[in-house]
């Protein structure tokens, strides 16, 4: 599908080096030249492992017809002069202009969603209520940053009408950015945690980090947040939407209850039910809702929709094992406060042997410790068994409640770990597996699977 010409792009980036053809369609935009495309304009990015611009004649072989080029970056000896190098200061910066032009070109709805925790769960309810009503385009994943996001705008169809995108950031000024270019219809804030702490400073500097998202805004805007959060109590300019579980917030969130396969739960006086487990996916439903409202869809409607969700991978994922075992791959990512909200899920499951397998938090500088014993708060007489794995895990030992009296260990890599989980691999029990990104616990997963 054509996204645009490339006489769009010349009239971006005027200077270029090669032939134009004018009529000449672009169909994907894309950033890794061992990807097969069609029509593709190749932008080459220079990473921390490559620079992309080393690649631009794979890329043409396999179907770029057009390429940002880094003026800063020698010309290819062979290129071919049919293909358009538009010249430009740098590639990356290029990408999101070219995003921002792409955006107010099919100019959709645009729902911008941030928080340290939730952003793809409540990306995936949004964007599944508002499907059967709207062309909606989302972020694929978990592609959030400063290159993902403008290529997930760069893949919307021309049909868009509703745009959901992730804003994830771990430095102050990349929302600010992201806002930019995305100029947001909708903010939405899913809470503030500890995410990335490290280059924050404290939850505060969290918050301010997150609230950038108003700086791409228009005053008719909408902002809908964690109403629970005392740091997101602030005075906007834009209209503002409350939700959470305090009774005086505009979306009150209350009688959840978990149940094997779902969650059922009131928001004001509308029964919801969710096929996601915890009090923490009531809220995020609260925020589907709160932008259902926005887009006038009926709310009988919106909660249908509802029942349908499904989320991306690794994000509290059921594997029953042979043995009639429940391995929880909810390690995706982790902070200390998702990490207390899925061990208080597994607290709430049927099985019996409730056992956590738990590695380190990445990204909290001076706050390490203290945020691996919050969550050794949450292990009690409910959890049959601890393994933690890593370096900083072992903290949460310090943090464990007096009546927890199962079995602990801590074991210093994923490989150590697998014989002392598979005597729980049976009919009645549940075992989760969480950390942070880098620390792949998936892989454990795996061995224990094969
Ligand atoms: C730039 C890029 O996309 N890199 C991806 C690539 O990494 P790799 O190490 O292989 O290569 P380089 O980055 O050095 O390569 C530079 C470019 O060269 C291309 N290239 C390379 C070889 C070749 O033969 N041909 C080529 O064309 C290459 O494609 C590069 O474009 O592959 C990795 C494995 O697949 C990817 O993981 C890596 O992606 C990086 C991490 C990336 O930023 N991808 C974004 C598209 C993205 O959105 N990724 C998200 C994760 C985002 C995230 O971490 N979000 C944080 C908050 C934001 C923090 C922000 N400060 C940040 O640092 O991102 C959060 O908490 O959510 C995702 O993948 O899920
Ligand atoms: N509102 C919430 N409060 C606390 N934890 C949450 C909330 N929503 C989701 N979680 C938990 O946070 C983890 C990550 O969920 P999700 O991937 O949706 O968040 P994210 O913000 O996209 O994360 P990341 O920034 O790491 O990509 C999951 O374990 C999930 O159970
Ligand atoms: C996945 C990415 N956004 C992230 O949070 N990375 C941290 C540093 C991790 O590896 O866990």
Same mark, same amino acid.
């Given at each position: 599908?054509?996204?645009?010409?490339?006489?769009?792009?010349?009239?971006?980036?005027?200077?270029?080096?090669?032939?134009?053809?004018?009529?000449?369609?672009?169909?994907?935009?894309?950033?890794?030249?061992?990807?097969?495309?069609?029509?593709?304009?190749?932008?080459?990015?220079?990473?921390?492992?490559?620079?992309?611009?080393?690649?631009?004649?794979?890329?043409?072989?396999?179907?770029?017809?057009?390429?940002?080029?880094?003026?800063?970056?020698?010309?290819?000896?062979?290129?071919?002069?049919?293909?358009?190098?538009?010249?430009?200061?740098?590639?990356?910066?290029?990408?999101?202009?070219?995003?921002?032009?792409?955006?107010?070109?099919?100019?959709?709805?645009?729902?911008?969603?941030?928080?340290?925790?939730?952003?793809?769960?409540?990306?995936?309810?949004?964007?599944?209520?508002?499907?059967?009503?709207?062309?909606?385009?989302?972020?694929?994943?978990?592609?959030?940053?400063?290159?993902?996001?403008?290529?997930?705008?760069?893949?919307?169809?021309?049909?868009?009408?509703?745009?959901?995108?992730?804003?994830?950031?771990?430095?102050?000024?990349?929302?600010?950015?992201?806002?930019?270019?995305?100029?947001?219809?909708?903010?939405?804030?899913?809470?503030?945690?500890?995410?990335?702490?490290?280059?924050?400073?404290?939850?505060?500097?969290?918050?301010? !980090?997150?609230?950038?998202? #108003?700086?791409? /805004? *228009?005053?008719?805007?909408? %902002?809908?947040?964690? +109403? =629970?959060?005392?740091? &997101?109590?602030?005075?906007?300019?834009?209209?503002?939407?409350?939700?959470?579980?305090?009774?005086?917030?505009?979306?009150?969130?209350?009688?959840?209850?978990?149940?094997?396969?779902?969650?059922?739960?009131?928001?004001?006086?509308?029964?919801?039910?969710?096929?996601?487990?915890?009090?923490?996916?009531?809220?995020?439903?609260?925020?589907?809702?709160?932008?259902?409202?926005?887009?006038?869809?009926?709310?009988?409607?919106?909660?249908?929709?509802?029942?349908?969700?499904?989320?991306?991978?690794?994000?509290?994922?059921?594997?029953?094992?042979?043995?009639?075992?429940?391995?929880?791959?909810?390690?995706?990512?982790?902070?200390?406060?998702?990490?207390? !909200?899925?061990?208080?899920? #597994?607290?709430? /499951? *049927?099985?019996?042997?409730? %056992?956590?397998?738990? +590695? =380190?938090?990445?990204? &909290?500088?001076?706050?390490?410790?203290?945020?691996?014993?919050?969550?050794?708060?949450?292990?009690?007489?409910?959890?049959?068994?601890?393994?933690?794995?890593?370096?900083?895990?072992?903290?949460?030992?310090?943090?464990?409640?007096?009546?927890?009296?199962?079995?602990?260990?801590?074991?210093?890599?994923?490989?150590?770990?697998?014989?002392?989980?598979?005597?729980?691999?049976?009919?009645?029990?549940?075992?989760?597996?969480?950390?942070?990104?880098?620390?792949?616990?998936?892989?454990?997963?795996?061995?224990?699977?094969?």
């Amino acid at each position: 599908m054509t996204k645009f010409t490339v006489n769009f792009l010349n009239q971006l980036f005027p200077e270029f080096s090669g032939d134009i053809r004018e009529e000449l369609k672009i169909q994907e935009i894309y950033t890794d030249s061992r990807v097969s495309v069609t029509q593709g304009l190749f932008v080459p990015i220079i990473g921390e492992r490559f620079n992309g611009h080393d690649f631009v004649l794979q890329a043409i072989d396999k179907g770029a017809v057009a390429v940002i080029w880094q003026k800063d970056q020698p010309l290819p000896e062979n290129k071919p002069n049919n293909i358009p190098f538009f010249l430009v200061n740098d590639s990356l910066m290029a990408l999101q202009e070219l995003a921002q032009a792409y955006r107010n070109k099919i100019n959709p709805t645009v729902i911008g969603i941030t928080g340290s925790n939730g952003k793809t769960t409540t990306k995936e309810i949004i964007s599944s209520s508002l499907k059967p009503f709207y062309q909606v385009s989302k972020t694929e994943g978990n592609l959030n940053n400063l290159i993902g996001m403008p290529l997930s705008i760069l893949a919307m169809p021309q049909n868009t009408e509703v745009l959901v995108l992730e804003m994830g950031m771990n430095q102050f000024g990349e929302i600010a950015r992201l806002s930019e270019i995305a100029q947001p219809d909708i903010a939405v804030i899913t809470n503030i945690g500890e995410s990335h702490i490290e280059y924050l400073g404290s939850r505060k500097g969290i918050s301010q !980090a997150k609230l950038e998202i #108003i700086e791409g /805004m *228009k005053t008719s805007g909408l %902002v809908i947040l964690d +109403g =629970d959060e005392p740091l &997101l109590d602030v005075s906007l300019t834009q209209q503002m939407i409350t939700c959470g579980f305090g009774y005086e917030l505009d979306y009150v969130v209350s009688q959840v209850e978990q149940h094997d396969d779902q969650t059922t739960f009131m928001i004001n006086e509308m029964p919801v039910s969710i096929p996601l487990l915890g009090r923490h996916q009531a809220k995020n439903s609260a925020y589907a809702l709160a932008v259902g409202r926005a887009f006038e869809v009926p709310e009988g409607e919106m909660v249908q929709t509802l029942a349908d969700l499904t989320l991306p991978g690794m994000r509290f994922e059921q594997i029953e094992t042979e043995s009639g075992a429940v391995m929880i791959n909810d390690a995706y990512n982790a902070s200390a406060t998702s990490m207390k !909200a899925s061990i208080d899920v #597994i607290k709430n /499951m *049927k099985q019996q042997s409730k %056992v956590l397998v738990l +590695g =380190d938090i990445f990204e &909290l500088g001076d706050h390490l410790e203290t945020e691996h014993r919050k969550v050794g708060t949450s292990i009690d007489s409910d959890i049959t068994a601890l393994i933690t794995i890593g370096e900083a895990s072992r903290h949460i030992h310090e943090g464990l409640s007096d009546d927890f009296t199962g079995y602990k260990t801590h074991v210093e890599s994923n490989a150590d770990a697998n014989s002392l989980i598979k005597p729980y691999l049976k009919s009645d029990s549940v075992i989760l597996f969480k950390a942070s990104r880098g620390m792949q616990l998936e892989k454990i997963i795996d061995e224990l699977m094969n």
